[in-house]
């Protein structure tokens, strides 16, 4: 029985965790300002009756929870795999299923190329708001494959 292979230094510990951070932050900050907004507007009208009030602290908070799903997404990598949290979706892979990751130049986010053939998009990288920090975590999740997986490197605009 052979030891393990070495990881490489610059691999973060795992878990790690990605995260598109500014853009939750926005997200978060732009819902609790417009709840707050929302709710003061209902309170402050005299004229409103107590359901009207109701009506327009639920949209608030609706407002609110659309926000925060929206500032939900991450991807969790650990020593069996990886988790990728979408808006609405959560999916476990396993190191193995991941082929390869991409973050071409105009990619709105991550995609996997997994091995049933099909592509998976990772929210939880986003060149959006934070281009530089985008590429570098794609460049980390890409590093954790070839290491855990059997992730081929693909050659893209971006690294």
């Known amino acids: 029985m052979s030891a393990p292979e070495p990881r ?14 500014l853009t939750r932050v926005v ?13 003061a507007v209902a309170v402050i009208l ?17 407002f609110f929870g659309v926000l925060a799903l929206l500032g939900r ?16 979706r959560t999916r476990r892979l396993a190191w193995a299923e991941i082929l390869r990751v991409n973050l071409r130049a105009g990619d709105p986010w991550v ?7 099909t592509s998976m998009p990772a929210l ?18 890409r590093a954790l494959v070839e290491f855990h997986g059997s992730g081929v490197n693909d050659a893209t605009e971006n690294g």
């Open 111 to 117: 995609f996997l190329d997994l091995s049933d053939g």
């Open 8 to 21: 490489p230094t610059e691999l973060p510990a795992l878990p790690a965790t990605f995260r598109p951070t």
């Open 124 to 141: 939880g990288i986003q060149p959006g708001l934070a281009k530089g920090r985008a590429i570098r975590d794609a460049r980390t999740l």
């Open 73 to 88: 997404p991450h991807i969790t990598a650990d020593a069996a795999g990886v988790t990728v949290v979408n808006i609405t």
């Open 46 to 62: 005299e004229n409103l009756s107590p359901g009207e009030r109701t009506s327009f602290v639920f949209v608030a908070l609706l």
């Open 27 to 39: 997200l978060l900050a732009v819902g609790a300002a417009t709840f707050v907004v929302i709710s």
